[in-house]
């Protein structure tokens, strides 16, 4: 026993000593490792096997539609609507969906090129670190993850809204906790939010085929559940509302574009389907189908949704929280309020369900690639979930719900989805025109240069509205480029299986959407953006790049698994 304490203080001092050693050498493996890349091959066979057990292949196509409806469905129209009609937007909140869902559209289409190609649940993390290296993709992969987890942490407190208005209760703080010591907007201690994130997390950890039927099951519910909001909103509503006091659009067109950027948080969740590529039968067919069949309903929704409210409430009048709830009481259906209530908290429930099973499987692969602590990486040989991930992002996710409200995490999250989606566009372009195609990379550099250039000085153009004529040419510069890097890249080799058509149209507009898109958001949101920033990029210099230069420049590369059965099942995924 003495011994053994003895020896406890020699270990850490052997530990710190190592690291003081490797802290010295940081310039040298940030050159090493900062733009490493990993081959499609590495990640579909070598980095999956850091998991241990395989994550079980149980899901169909119709599983990724319905968990890609069911994880944006409740988030958007419950959450943001409200707030955007009454101060952003006016009544053309629908169309500043209509906007948004564009560019969900355009990004899902790269998304899914990306996931037939690299049927890995990595996701953007990666897409990108196979196509720009090792900080591009832990910078996009730490990005999702606090987008997920404070979107998340949202989506719960604004179940607690929702539930207290399907029991009759219109003061949803009367179900929180109010604590005098603590700052504003931070003082209202949500349990109902706690307790559903914790319940959610054990779900998830009990397999994802369990999670996906009972996401099934909410998801048709919510889904008939809005057909009945459309339908009722239509036929009890007024044009008038639409035009008074004020016009359509009384906030201008400046307002509906700031009201897309706002809502395309409602739009987070489709990403997540890309993230269960390796529980997917047939990923190649599946995937397609999933992504881009969830964003064209859930667009299609989202914009009947918004005009349905604004039909049956003047904007001027539409309440911040539980906005539906309380336009079906003014129009003289108390009733539906209370359903409006328990629909709205089953559609919350569900899209909450998606979204952190794809933020595990974010935080899952990121833990392979050795940036955070590799025991995040285990994948539960019963369950074949990723356990520890599931539960840390739950807490994590608990946490924040408990505490954070709403409005101070919504820009924050629009700015972090927008930069991904962005990221992920330009590496599509960057990867078809040079690493398949190989083209010099100067060519595609440029181009993609010059399209966020444009896209800026675009939106600064908007911003200040003594220079409007800078509108019609930036736009007509962009279109130029992309026009003459289409016609000039004579050299264009298609991947196998799923691709974008039309390429490099729908990725650059893309590219051009989300820069345009981010441009409108507020000073704050970039402040707390830059503070992230700083500290995930801390984090790297000091964890990161040296946990992955020993892993793969020190010990070669991936350890070896006793069970070899394991790595067949690993081969399997490039057979489908």
Known sequence: MATNVDQSPIATNIFFTKYLQSLTQTPHRLRKRM??????DQELNRVRLRSGADMKRKLMWYDLVALGVGGMLGVGVFVTTGPVALQISGPSVFISYIIAAISALLSSLCYTEFSVQIPVAGGAFSYLRVTFGEFVGYFAGANILMEYVLSNAAVARSFTDYLCHAVGENDPNSWRVEVDGLFKGYNMLDFPAVALVLLLTLCLCHGTKESSILNLI????????????????????????????????????????????????????????????????NPSKSLPLGIVGSVLIVSLLYSLMALSLCLMVPYNKILKDASFSMAFRNIGWAW?????????????????????????????????ARLVPNWLAKVHPSTGTPLNATLFLGLCTATIALFTELSIVLEMISISTLLVFYLV??????????????????HTLLFLFLLSFFAICFSISLKIQQQLWGLPLF??????????FHYS???????????VPFMPWPAAISIFLNVFLMTTLKLLSYQRFAMWTCLITLFYVLYGVHSTYEAEEMKGGVEEVPNPSVQQSKLDIQML
């Open 35 to 40: 733009l490493a890349t990993w081959t499609p």
């Open 218 to 281: 909410m998801t048709i519910f919510h889904v008939v559940f809005f057909g009945f909001i459309i339908i009722a909103g239509f036929c009890n509503g007024s044009v008038q509302n639409l035009v008074k006091p004020g016009g359509l659009a009384p906030f201008g067109v400046k307002g509906i574009v700031d009201g897309a950027a706002t809502v395309y948080f409602s739009y987070i969740g489709y990403d997540s389907v890309s993230t269960l590529a390796e529980e997917i039968q």
């Open 336 to 368: 539906a309020s209370n359903v409006v209530g328990a629909g709205a908290s089953l559609g919350i429930v569900a899209s909450l369900l998606v979204a952190m099973l794809g933020q595990a499987r974010y935080l899952c692969v990121i833990g392979r």
């Open 425 to 442: 566009a330009n590496a599509l372009i960057y990867r078809r025109y040079v690493m398949i195609s190989n083209n010099p990379p100067s």
């Open 475 to 484: 736009g007509g510069l962009m279109l130029i480029v992309t026009a003459f």
């Open 489 to 499: 890249m004579s050299r264009v080799s298609h991947p196998t299986g799923w691709s």
